[in-house]
Protein backbone atom coordinates (compact mmCIF):
# COMPACT_ATOMS: atom_id res chain seq x y z
CA UNK A 1 0.00 0.00 0.00
CA UNK A 2 1.20 3.30 -1.11
CA UNK A 3 0.89 6.58 0.94
CA UNK A 4 1.82 8.66 -1.52
CA UNK A 5 -1.92 8.66 -3.03
CA UNK A 6 -3.57 11.86 -2.45
CA UNK A 7 -1.79 14.47 -3.74
CA UNK A 8 -3.38 15.79 -6.94
CA UNK A 9 -1.58 17.24 -9.80
CA UNK A 10 1.47 15.57 -8.98
CA UNK A 11 2.42 16.55 -12.90
CA UNK A 12 2.76 20.06 -11.80
CA UNK A 13 6.47 20.72 -11.60
CA UNK A 14 6.72 22.73 -8.37
CA UNK A 15 5.36 19.67 -6.46
CA UNK A 16 8.39 17.38 -7.89
CA UNK A 17 10.74 19.81 -7.10
CA UNK A 18 9.70 19.86 -3.78
CA UNK A 19 9.28 16.52 -3.27
CA UNK A 20 13.08 15.34 -4.81
CA UNK A 21 13.95 18.04 -2.18
CA UNK A 22 12.44 17.81 1.00
CA UNK A 23 11.75 14.48 3.14
CA UNK A 24 9.08 14.53 6.38
CA UNK A 25 11.47 15.16 8.87
CA UNK A 26 13.08 18.35 8.65
CA UNK A 27 9.37 19.75 7.01
CA UNK A 28 7.36 18.34 10.46
CA UNK A 29 10.09 20.10 12.12
CA UNK A 30 9.49 23.63 10.33
CA UNK A 31 5.91 23.30 10.83
CA UNK A 32 6.34 22.96 14.39
CA UNK A 33 4.94 19.44 14.75
CA UNK A 34 6.74 17.20 17.19
CA UNK A 35 9.73 14.23 16.20
CA UNK A 36 10.39 10.95 17.62
CA UNK A 37 13.14 10.37 14.77
CA UNK A 38 13.75 7.36 16.69
CA UNK A 39 10.76 5.23 15.50
CA UNK A 40 9.99 7.80 12.66
CA UNK A 41 6.81 9.03 14.32
CA UNK A 42 5.13 12.49 14.57
CA UNK A 43 2.35 14.70 16.33
CA UNK A 44 -0.03 16.09 16.64
CA UNK A 45 -1.94 15.07 13.29
CA UNK A 46 -2.90 18.35 11.62
CA UNK A 47 -6.01 16.49 10.70
CA UNK A 48 -7.26 15.48 13.78
CA UNK A 49 -5.39 16.83 16.12
CA UNK A 50 -4.56 13.46 17.87
CA UNK A 51 -1.69 13.31 20.13
CA UNK A 52 -1.47 9.86 20.64
CA UNK A 53 -2.65 6.93 18.76
CA UNK A 54 -6.47 5.30 19.73
CA UNK A 55 -5.03 1.84 20.79
CA UNK A 56 -2.58 3.33 23.00
CA UNK A 57 1.18 2.40 24.03
CA UNK A 58 1.37 6.40 24.03
CA UNK A 59 2.82 6.61 20.23
CA UNK A 60 2.57 8.90 17.82
CA UNK A 61 -0.47 9.00 15.77
CA UNK A 62 1.55 9.45 12.87
CA UNK A 63 3.63 7.32 10.97
CA UNK A 64 6.53 7.43 8.14
CA UNK A 65 7.45 5.57 5.60
CA UNK A 66 11.00 4.14 6.00
CA UNK A 67 11.88 6.51 2.76
CA UNK A 68 10.61 9.33 4.48
CA UNK A 69 8.40 10.66 2.04
CA UNK A 70 4.70 9.33 2.93
CA UNK A 71 2.79 9.84 6.20
CA UNK A 72 -0.05 8.19 7.93
CA UNK A 73 -2.28 8.79 11.03
CA UNK A 74 -3.04 5.94 12.47
CA UNK A 75 -5.56 7.56 14.36
CA UNK A 76 -7.69 9.36 11.16
CA UNK A 77 -6.62 7.48 8.53
CA UNK A 78 -5.17 10.77 6.67
CA UNK A 79 -2.74 10.13 4.74
CA UNK A 80 -0.35 12.01 2.32
CA UNK A 81 3.62 13.19 0.91
CA UNK A 82 5.27 16.07 2.20
CA UNK A 83 3.25 17.88 0.39
CA UNK A 84 -0.11 16.84 1.77
CA UNK A 85 1.34 17.34 4.91
CA UNK A 86 2.03 20.95 4.52
CA UNK A 87 -1.33 21.31 2.98
CA UNK A 88 -2.90 19.62 5.77
CA UNK A 89 -1.40 22.13 8.62
CA UNK A 90 -1.88 25.18 6.57
CA UNK A 91 -5.53 24.67 5.19
CA UNK A 92 -6.63 21.33 7.46
CA UNK A 93 -7.35 19.32 4.62
CA UNK A 94 -4.63 17.04 3.11
CA UNK A 95 -6.45 18.18 -0.38
CA UNK A 96 -7.38 21.49 -0.86
CA UNK A 97 -8.83 23.43 -3.44
CA UNK A 98 -6.52 26.14 -3.56
CA UNK A 99 -2.68 25.03 -3.61
CA UNK A 100 -1.47 28.63 -3.43
CA UNK A 101 -0.34 28.44 0.26
CA UNK A 102 1.13 25.17 0.07
CA UNK A 103 2.89 26.13 -3.02
CA UNK A 104 4.33 29.55 -1.21
CA UNK A 105 5.13 27.78 2.08
CA UNK A 106 7.93 25.90 0.67
CA UNK A 107 9.03 28.58 -1.71
CA UNK A 108 8.11 31.86 0.00
CA UNK A 109 9.68 30.38 2.77
CA UNK A 110 11.53 27.43 2.73
CA UNK A 111 13.15 26.70 -0.40
CA UNK A 112 15.78 28.76 -1.55
CA UNK A 113 14.58 29.41 -5.12
CA UNK A 114 15.94 31.37 -7.68
CA UNK A 115 13.23 33.74 -7.38
CA UNK A 116 13.55 34.47 -3.96
CA UNK A 117 16.96 34.56 -3.90
CA UNK A 118 18.52 37.53 -3.40
CA UNK A 119 19.65 39.17 -6.46
CA UNK A 120 23.14 38.03 -7.86
CA UNK A 121 22.70 35.63 -10.27
CA UNK A 122 24.64 38.16 -11.70
CA UNK A 123 24.87 37.29 -15.86
CA UNK A 124 26.34 40.98 -15.98
CA UNK A 125 29.20 40.50 -12.98
CA UNK A 126 31.70 39.27 -15.12
CA UNK A 127 34.89 38.39 -12.96
CA UNK A 128 35.32 40.00 -10.29
CA UNK A 129 38.56 41.00 -8.50
CA UNK A 130 38.85 38.46 -5.28
CA UNK A 131 39.22 39.97 -2.78
CA UNK A 132 35.15 41.93 -2.84
CA UNK A 133 34.00 38.24 -4.07
CA UNK A 134 35.30 36.97 -0.68
CA UNK A 135 33.55 40.42 0.68
CA UNK A 136 30.21 39.69 -0.78
CA UNK A 137 30.13 36.15 1.14
CA UNK A 138 31.69 37.57 4.40
CA UNK A 139 28.60 39.94 4.22
CA UNK A 140 26.30 37.19 3.57
CA UNK A 141 27.46 35.14 6.17
CA UNK A 142 27.35 38.04 9.09
CA UNK A 143 23.74 38.82 7.56
CA UNK A 144 22.65 35.25 7.85
CA UNK A 145 24.35 35.43 11.27
CA UNK A 146 22.16 38.75 12.67
CA UNK A 147 19.24 37.07 11.35
CA UNK A 148 19.86 33.56 13.59
CA UNK A 149 17.25 32.88 16.24
CA UNK A 150 17.78 32.37 19.93
CA UNK A 151 18.31 28.68 20.71
CA UNK A 152 16.26 28.63 23.74
CA UNK A 153 13.40 29.47 21.27
CA UNK A 154 14.07 25.93 19.57
CA UNK A 155 13.18 23.06 21.62
CA UNK A 156 14.77 21.01 18.94
CA UNK A 157 18.26 22.58 19.59
CA UNK A 158 17.62 22.71 23.24
CA UNK A 159 16.99 18.91 23.11
CA UNK A 160 19.99 18.35 20.64
CA UNK A 161 22.53 20.72 23.10
CA UNK A 162 21.11 18.46 25.90
CA UNK A 163 21.40 14.52 24.33
CA UNK A 164 25.62 15.98 24.23
CA UNK A 165 25.27 16.54 28.17
CA UNK A 166 24.55 20.31 28.70
CA UNK A 167 22.88 20.86 31.33
CA UNK A 168 19.60 23.75 30.80
CA UNK A 169 21.92 26.35 33.19
CA UNK A 170 24.72 25.67 30.83
CA UNK A 171 22.26 25.84 27.10
CA UNK A 172 20.58 29.27 28.98
CA UNK A 173 24.47 30.78 29.27
CA UNK A 174 25.51 29.65 25.78
CA UNK A 175 22.68 31.27 24.81
CA UNK A 176 23.65 34.50 26.82
CA UNK A 177 27.41 34.27 25.54
CA UNK A 178 25.77 34.14 22.21
CA UNK A 179 27.89 30.81 21.30
CA UNK A 180 25.59 29.97 18.54
CA UNK A 181 22.29 30.54 17.25
CA UNK A 182 19.47 28.54 15.15
CA UNK A 183 19.13 29.42 11.42
CA UNK A 184 16.25 31.20 10.39
CA UNK A 185 13.26 29.14 10.07
CA UNK A 186 12.04 31.49 7.45
CA UNK A 187 12.92 33.36 4.54
CA UNK A 188 15.66 33.26 1.97
CA UNK A 189 19.46 31.22 3.17
CA UNK A 190 22.80 32.54 0.90
CA UNK A 191 23.59 30.42 -1.84
CA UNK A 192 26.73 28.64 -0.44
CA UNK A 193 24.05 27.55 2.69
CA UNK A 194 23.55 24.23 1.22
CA UNK A 195 24.87 20.39 0.98
CA UNK A 196 24.57 18.51 -1.99
CA UNK A 197 22.15 20.35 -3.28
CA UNK A 198 20.29 20.83 -0.07
CA UNK A 199 19.43 23.90 1.55
CA UNK A 200 20.84 23.68 5.48
CA UNK A 201 16.94 23.73 6.89
CA UNK A 202 16.10 20.93 4.75
CA UNK A 203 19.29 18.60 6.07
CA UNK A 204 18.42 19.93 9.85
CA UNK A 205 21.54 21.78 9.91
CA UNK A 206 20.47 24.26 12.00
CA UNK A 207 22.48 25.39 15.05
CA UNK A 208 24.75 27.55 13.80
CA UNK A 209 28.08 28.83 14.80
CA UNK A 210 30.06 31.62 13.82
CA UNK A 211 33.32 31.73 12.33
CA UNK A 212 36.02 34.34 13.35
CA UNK A 213 38.51 36.15 11.27
CA UNK A 214 41.93 37.09 12.42
CA UNK A 215 40.73 40.04 12.99
CA UNK A 216 37.72 38.68 15.34
CA UNK A 217 35.37 39.33 12.34
CA UNK A 218 32.56 37.46 11.98
CA UNK A 219 33.56 36.10 8.21
CA UNK A 220 31.83 32.93 7.76
CA UNK A 221 29.84 30.18 10.23
CA UNK A 222 29.13 26.50 10.36
CA UNK A 223 26.03 24.63 10.96
CA UNK A 224 25.96 21.45 13.08
CA UNK A 225 23.04 18.58 11.89
CA UNK A 226 20.92 18.17 14.30
CA UNK A 227 19.60 14.89 12.79
CA UNK A 228 21.13 11.82 10.98
CA UNK A 229 20.16 11.88 7.03
CA UNK A 230 20.63 9.99 4.54
CA UNK A 231 22.01 12.77 2.25
CA UNK A 232 24.60 13.27 4.40
CA UNK A 233 27.48 11.00 4.46
CA UNK A 234 28.22 9.33 7.98
CA UNK A 235 30.67 10.76 10.17
CA UNK A 236 29.91 14.45 8.76
CA UNK A 237 28.23 16.54 11.49
CA UNK A 238 29.08 19.73 10.83
CA UNK A 239 28.55 21.37 7.18
CA UNK A 240 30.89 24.55 6.03
CA UNK A 241 29.58 27.06 3.46
CA UNK A 242 29.77 25.48 -0.12
CA UNK A 243 31.92 27.93 -1.39
CA UNK A 244 35.96 27.88 -1.71
CA UNK A 245 37.26 29.79 0.42
CA UNK A 246 34.63 30.41 3.10
CA UNK A 247 36.12 27.67 5.95
CA UNK A 248 39.24 28.62 5.73
CA UNK A 249 41.39 31.19 8.21
CA UNK A 250 38.93 31.26 10.61
CA UNK A 251 38.00 29.65 13.94
CA UNK A 252 35.16 29.29 16.31
CA UNK A 253 36.57 32.00 19.85
CA UNK A 254 35.23 32.43 22.69
CA UNK A 255 34.48 36.50 24.02
CA UNK A 256 38.31 35.92 25.07
CA UNK A 257 39.43 34.56 22.15
CA UNK A 258 37.54 37.29 20.04
CA UNK A 259 39.31 39.87 22.12
CA UNK A 260 42.34 38.19 21.57
CA UNK A 261 42.07 38.17 17.66
CA UNK A 262 40.35 42.22 18.05
CA UNK A 263 43.86 42.80 20.07
CA UNK A 264 46.46 40.88 19.42
CA UNK A 265 47.02 41.45 23.17
CA UNK A 266 47.31 39.93 26.41
CA UNK A 267 44.11 41.39 28.03
CA UNK A 268 44.57 43.73 30.70
CA UNK A 269 43.44 42.24 33.85
CA UNK A 270 45.95 39.15 33.00
CA UNK A 271 48.68 41.83 33.92
CA UNK A 272 47.21 42.31 37.45
CA UNK A 273 49.18 38.86 38.11
CA UNK A 274 52.35 38.31 36.85
CA UNK A 275 52.22 34.71 37.20
CA UNK A 276 49.24 34.33 35.75
CA UNK A 277 49.87 33.18 32.15
CA UNK A 278 47.49 33.58 28.89
CA UNK A 279 46.28 30.09 28.34
CA UNK A 280 45.18 29.18 25.09
CA UNK A 281 43.13 26.17 24.26
CA UNK A 282 42.29 24.57 20.54
CA UNK A 283 39.70 22.13 20.38
CA UNK A 284 37.78 20.37 17.18
CA UNK A 285 34.39 19.69 17.15
CA UNK A 286 31.19 22.06 18.54
CA UNK A 287 30.90 19.89 21.35
CA UNK A 288 34.13 20.43 22.64
CA UNK A 289 34.08 24.31 22.35
CA UNK A 290 30.66 24.49 24.05
CA UNK A 291 31.96 22.74 27.21
CA UNK A 292 35.34 24.29 26.99
CA UNK A 293 33.37 28.15 26.41
CA UNK A 294 30.67 27.48 29.21
CA UNK A 295 33.34 25.88 31.97
CA UNK A 296 34.06 29.05 33.05
CA UNK A 297 31.64 32.07 34.22
CA UNK A 298 32.06 35.75 32.67
CA UNK A 299 33.73 36.54 36.53
CA UNK A 300 36.40 33.78 36.26
CA UNK A 301 39.28 36.54 35.36
CA UNK A 302 42.01 34.09 34.65
CA UNK A 303 39.32 31.58 31.98
CA UNK A 304 41.31 30.02 29.02
CA UNK A 305 40.75 31.71 25.55
CA UNK A 306 38.88 28.53 23.64
CA UNK A 307 39.41 28.15 20.13
CA UNK A 308 37.91 25.37 17.64
CA UNK A 309 39.32 24.54 14.83
CA UNK A 310 38.53 22.21 11.69
CA UNK A 311 40.54 20.94 8.60
CA UNK A 312 41.95 24.28 6.72
CA UNK A 313 40.18 26.42 9.39
CA UNK A 314 43.72 27.42 11.24
CA UNK A 315 46.16 29.88 9.81
CA UNK A 316 49.16 31.50 10.65
CA UNK A 317 47.42 34.52 10.51
CA UNK A 318 45.39 33.95 13.38
CA UNK A 319 48.22 32.00 15.70
CA UNK A 320 49.82 35.54 15.50
CA UNK A 321 47.23 37.23 17.57
CA UNK A 322 48.17 35.19 19.99
CA UNK A 323 50.33 37.02 22.61
CA UNK A 324 54.03 35.47 23.23
CA UNK A 325 54.53 33.41 26.29
CA UNK A 326 50.83 32.61 26.20
CA UNK A 327 50.27 28.60 26.59
CA UNK A 328 49.10 27.06 23.84
CA UNK A 329 46.83 23.48 24.65
CA UNK A 330 46.18 21.34 21.77
CA UNK A 331 43.18 19.30 22.68
CA UNK A 332 42.43 17.86 19.47
CA UNK A 333 40.71 14.38 19.66
CA UNK A 334 42.87 11.91 19.83
CA UNK A 335 44.04 10.12 16.68
CA UNK A 336 45.72 10.98 13.05
CA UNK A 337 43.49 13.83 12.41
CA UNK A 338 43.31 15.39 15.47
CA UNK A 339 47.21 14.91 15.57
CA UNK A 340 47.90 16.32 12.21
CA UNK A 341 45.79 19.83 13.78
CA UNK A 342 47.91 19.94 16.91
CA UNK A 343 51.21 19.79 14.64
CA UNK A 344 49.59 22.56 12.66
CA UNK A 345 48.96 24.46 15.74
CA UNK A 346 52.29 23.99 17.22
CA UNK A 347 54.22 25.17 14.22
CA UNK A 348 52.70 27.97 14.04
CA UNK A 349 53.40 29.26 17.45
CA UNK A 350 56.33 27.33 18.78
CA UNK A 351 58.76 30.45 18.64
CA UNK A 352 56.86 32.61 21.13
CA UNK A 353 54.59 30.39 23.25
CA UNK A 354 54.86 26.95 25.55
CA UNK A 355 52.93 24.29 23.79
CA UNK A 356 51.17 21.39 25.41
CA UNK A 357 49.52 18.58 23.59
CA UNK A 358 46.91 17.15 25.36
CA UNK A 359 46.53 13.12 25.43
CA UNK A 360 43.86 11.84 27.38
CA UNK A 361 45.06 12.74 30.77
CA UNK A 362 48.32 14.15 30.39
CA UNK A 363 50.01 17.31 28.18
CA UNK A 364 53.21 16.31 25.88
ZN1 LIG B 1 -5.19 12.16 12.37
Same mark, same amino acid.
Request: proline letters at 3%; hydrophobic letters at 30%.
Given at each position: MTYYSNTPSKNKSWIQEVMAEFTLIPVAWLLGLFVEERSNTIAPCPICGKEKREQGRNRLPIGLTKDLQGWRCHACKASGDVVSLVAAAMTGTTNPKDWRPVRSWFFGNVLQSEETAPRRQAPRAKRKPVFNHDHQHIKEAQLLWDRCEPILDHPRAACWLESRGFSVEEIARAEDLDLCRVIPLSGPLPKWARFGGYDWRTLLAVLVFPCFNSKGEVVSVRARLLGEDKRIPAGLKTLAPA /? *??? $? %??SVLANDLGKLILKTGKIP? #??? /???ASQLEVVVVEGEPDFLSWALQ #??? $??? #?APVVFALWS???SQEIADR???RARVVA *? %?? /??EAGDRYALEVYESVKERCDFFRWKGGRCD
Open positions: /Q *RGM $A %TNE #FYK /QDA #FSD $ADL #FGGWIPS *R %TD /QG
